[in-house]
């Protein structure tokens, strides 16, 4: 799949994604708003029936007003009476028609008093066998009405998670159409995942090819040129081709190790010589192997050695390798004369080595795949440096082999800062 198919696929499933959500929300909206609808009415009847059998207590037959029950909020309705109100009936009228009409909530309940113009009872009404309140006292604050007559008013605190739970084959549709949506993106990750490894791998094929593609030429050239009779009367054309093959021989050798090396280096993991190693002496003992590289360069290589208990368990070869690598690639992917500070320090229970270079730097978006396999920054106008996209990754394993940790700060232009945390204890 080629990456406009696959941005076109993408882009479709987002859609797709998106507009299945928006309809499951909005059947879902719809099928609570039909509840609502439902309680309602009920709840609606249920009250205008107290109502009536209120004034039927009262023995008042007069009833002038058309519905005397309002819905004020989504959870509060009050109910006018044309008479005093009798907060115990009230509350058994409430219960027996909440029951006959299906009903199945906590309420509270308060009774406005004409002459004091206000509520002057509210009580909590445990409907269910499993209500959590022992008291009958009601947290609902009954809002003040412009109302001038006898109501009442009766609040469903639980009203929402009731008509919720009524649509429970709907919360199941939605967790299951969650479950295949999670799946897909998984999935559209899981093929962007191949694809980014796909790529790595054709640019690893590529670059290995041209690295052995050269020194291969290289050496059937000069083996032409050593089959041809005459070269024996010039025997310094003869050594100097002879150097030619060793040297270019050399170098793919050095090639294939490097494969194999990172390829099998799981099992170095588990076979690492962890002996007493003095990290200071490591590094001045580095220092002087790289001397002729800088000078070559005319570079200039800072130790800065602070920690004084630089003493711990280490493989000493591979450890070697691992600041040789970074010192090797801050030389190779700088532009100007190399500058590269080598310092070590005491935190914590940590050992701290910092090597910081001048090079051209890593951006934010590299330095997230910088420790890769066979990822390689790219490195702009900069084509002479060659590598496989291994020696991080090389860096990083065998820095986890010590139970250490490896962290990068770089910003373009401004170099790179590799700092290591290694536990004292390994």
């Given at each position: 799949m080629n990456s406009k198919t696959l941005r076109i696929f993408v882009a479709l499933s987002v859609l797709l994604l998106g507009g299945v959500i928006i309809v499951q929300y909005y059947w879902f909206r719809q099928a609570y708003d039909i509840q609502d609808r439902d309680f309602d009415q009920r709840a609606t009847s249920a009250l205008r029936v107290v109502s009536k059998r209120l004034l039927d207590f009262n023995k008042n037959p007069n009833n002038k007003l058309i519905d005397p029950v309002e819905r004020v909020t989504s959870n509060y309705y009050t109910v006018q009476v044309n008479d005093t109100?009798?907060?115990?009936?009230?509350?058994?009228?409430?219960?027996?028609?909440?029951?006959?009409?299906?009903?199945r909530l906590n309420f509270e309940f308060g009774v406005y008093d004409c002459l004091k113009d206000n509520i002057n009872y509210t009580s909590f009404v445990c409907h269910s066998e499993n209500c959590d309140r022992s008291d009958s006292t009601s947290n609902?604050?009954?809002?003040?009405?412009?109302?001038?007559n006898y109501y009442f008013g009766v609040h469903f605190p639980d009203?929402?998670?009731?008509?919720?739970?009524?649509?429970?084959?709907?919360?199941?549709?939605?967790a299951i159409l969650l479950v295949v949506m999670a799946f897909f993106v998984y999935a559209l990750m899981l093929i962007f995942k191949q694809k980014r490894l796909s790529e790595i791998q054709n640019d690893f094929i590529n670059n290995m090819t041209h690295e052995f593609k050269t020194p291969i030429s290289t050496i059937s050239?000069?083996?032409?040129?050593?089959?041809?009779?005459?070269?024996?009367?010039?025997?310094?054309?003869?050594?100097?081709?002879?150097?030619?093959i060793r040297k270019e021989a050399a170098?793919?050798?050095?090639?294939?190790?490097?494969?194999l090396q990172t390829a099998n280096i799981a099992q170095k993991i588990d076979k690492l010589n962890f002996e007493e190693v003095d990290i200071n002496e490591l590094i001045e003992d580095l220092s002087i192997n790289c001397e002729p590289l800088f000078k070559e360069k005319n570079g200039e290589l800072?130790?800065?050695?602070?920690?004084?208990?630089?003493?711990?368990?280490?493989?000493?070869?591979?450890?070697?390798?691992?600041?040789?690598n970074l010192i090797d690639n801050g030389v190779k992917y700088c532009e100007r004369k190399p500058y590269i500070k080598i310092s070590s320090e005491n935190i914590g229970n940590n050992l701290v080595i910092s090597i910081k270079d001048n090079g051209i730097g890593?951006?934010?978006?590299?330095?997230?795949?910088?420790?890769?396999?066979?990822?390689?920054?790219h490195t702009g106008d900069v084509h002479n440096v060659k590598?496989?996209?291994?020696?991080?990754?090389?860096?990083?394993?065998?820095?986890?082999?010590?139970?250490?940790?490896?962290?990068l700060k770089s910003k373009i232009g401004e170099g790179c800062e590799f700092r290591l945390f290694i536990p004292y204890t390994v």
């Open positions: 109100i009798n907060h115990m009936i009230v509350e058994e009228f409430l219960k027996q028609e909440f029951a006959h009409n299906d009903i609902y604050h009954f809002p003040d009405l412009n109302i001038h009203k929402k998670l009731f008509l919720l739970s009524d649509l429970d084959n709907w919360f199941v549709s939605s050239i000069s083996s032409e040129v050593l089959m041809k009779p005459e070269i024996v009367n010039t025997p310094e054309r003869l050594l100097s081709y002879a150097a030619i170098r793919l050798k050095k090639n294939v190790d490097t494969v800072i130790i800065e050695l602070k920690a004084k208990n630089a003493l711990i368990k280490a493989d000493r070869l591979h450890f070697t390798n691992i600041i040789h890593i951006s934010d978006r590299d330095q997230k795949q910088v420790f890769n396999k066979f990822f390689r920054v590598g496989f996209g291994l020696g991080l990754y090389y860096v990083k394993e065998m820095v986890e082999g010590h139970k250490g940790r490896i962290e």
